[in-house]
């Protein structure tokens, strides 16, 4: 009987193209470059105080002159200033309209240069605000500030003067200048919010308790000017102005560099710094306000201004924390090994005598029988080929050598398992078996022989 199978398995697979065609893909077109945002609200609004520091120079402000607030417009007080005979030099150089015998006497004659100094430099970043499109923003930002610089500390200073040497009247209040302050505040805040976000709300609130603060000792000067004299006097200090200038310029330093931090997200550090000299500062007003015998008032307002800053440093702190707990890294994970299970197959070897580790050694005993003859070699050349009823119509086309190696490898799988590759079914459907064969023939080239592989090459790319 003939093991030949006469419904042999059709394979009805095309032959691969040694060069197949891959399909064309459709290049992504580049994404249209997003058109530059105009800021048509920066530039406007940079428009505006720029023209408001314009017009502002012939509009009357309160001009403090002597001891007395005088309504006259800032072009017209420059122009009479400088051709006025007589008039006191500030610092031996600037002509001034205020009593510069007193010390806040001097520091309102510095207000008033200050403030055209900061008109002009919010006209010029306004004007380039304009016609700098992409940086629109940011020279808004900068426009603002200055604008507020300007008109805050003219306005806050030629009051409190004012307040020092007459008194508090309603009729002293500038009204021009305090509501260009406050819309100066606004539009830099909203700019200053825009670029921050939510930081710019704690930072407006440490400035206005800083403002508090700062006020809160003037004011305690104001109501007893000789209680900081006694009270420097008291501990070997007379030189009350010289200790007075310094500690105005620190808080003057201080209030701007709290302006510049409403609209940062970084500069906690000097914060921090910021407000233990403010609040040492305070605690010595505090002192020497015991020290002097001063009112109650002075007293009161120093105490207030020494919370303030105590108020101030505890959110600092809370924000260094936080700042803090932010930056440092999560824990992470420890990365899951995968652990890959490899089968290993060992080498038989032939046993040369001599001890074996790990093996007792058994006394030599005489055999009483005769040793079986050895058992022949196996032959896989005939493995299930003609004995079986399936036919294999690529192991028919092998030497009796190649199908000893084709069935070590791929059948009994002597050299080791091939996971990758399935099972080969004689006489079956092996398809998948020669396409993964090819797919992972780098891992197991080695192992096949060159004849082998050759005829399992021919015999695949015709299937």
Do not use: H
Request: overall charge negative; hydrophobic content about 50%; some cysteine.
């Amino acid at each position: 009987m003939s093991n030949t199978n006469t419904n042999p398995v059709v394979y009805d697979v095309a032959p691969e193209d040694e060069n197949p065609v891959l399909p064309e893909v459709q290049e992504t077109p580049e994404t249209e470059q997003q058109p530059q945002k105009k800021n048509v609200a920066a530039r406007i609004f940079a428009a505006i105080l720029a023209a408001i520091s314009v017009a502002i120079v012939f509009l009357p402000i309160k001009v403090l002159k002597g001891t007395a607030l005088e309504g006259v417009s800032l072009f017209n007080a420059v122009k009479d200033l400088f051709v006025a005979d007589g008039a006191s030099k500030l610092f031996g150089v600037l002509p001034t309209y205020a009593n510069i015998d007193t010390f806040f006497g001097k520091v309102a004659g510095v207000a008033f240069y200050v403030l055209p100094l900061m008109l002009v430099l919010a006209i010029v970043f306004g004007v380039i605000a304009v016609f700098c499109v992409k940086k629109a923003p940011a020279l808004l930002r900068v426009t603002a500030y200055f604008f507020t610089l300007g008109f805050g500390v003219y306005a806050i200073t030629t009051l409190y003067v004012s307040y020092l040497n007459n008194g508090f009247a309603v009729a002293d209040l500038d009204y021009i200048t305090l509501g260009l302050t406050l819309v100066g505040a606004i539009v830099y805040f909203v700019t200053a919010a825009t670029k921050v976000g939510k930081v710019a709300w704690v930072n407006a609130l440490q400035f206005v308790l800083s403002l508090v603060s700062v006020a809160a000792v003037l004011f305690a000067y104001a109501k007893n000017q000789t209680a900081l004299a006694d009270g420097l006097a008291s501990i070997g200090l007379n030189d009350a102005e010289m200790i007075l200038s310094v500690v105005l310029g620190v808080f003057f330093l201080d209030l701007i560099i709290a302006g510049i931090r409403v609209q940062a997200k970084k500069g906690l550090t000097v914060d921090l710094i910021r407000y233990i000299v403010q609040l040492l500062i305070v605690a010595a007003f505090c002192y020497i306000a015991i020290a002097g015998k001063a009112g109650t008032t002075y007293l009161v307002c120093v105490i207030a201004a020494a919370v303030v800053s105590l108020i101030q440093l505890i959110i600092c702190i809370i924000q260094l924390k936080l700042l803090n707990k932010k930056e440092e890294p999560a824990e992470e994970p420890e990365p899951v090994v995968e652990e890959y299970v490899r089968e290993e197959y060992a080498e038989a070897l032939p046993y040369e005598g001599g001890p074996v580790e790990g093996v007792a050694m058994a006394e030599e005993v005489t055999p009483t029988f005769t040793e079986p003859a050895p058992a022949p070699q196996v032959q896989t050349a005939g493995y299930d080929f003609y004995n079986s009823k399936s036919f294999d119509p690529f192991i028919a086309l092998l030497s009796s050598e190649e199908r000893n190696q084709f069935t070590e490898l791929f059948i009994l799988k002597y050299k080791g398992p091939m996971p990758e590759i399935p099972d080969y079914q004689v006489g079956g459907d092996n398809k998948e078996f020669f396409r993964k064969l090819f797919i992972y023939l780098g891992q197991y080239r080695d192992r096949i022989p060159d004849n082998l592989l050759s005829k399992i090459y021919q015999f695949a790319i015709k299937m």
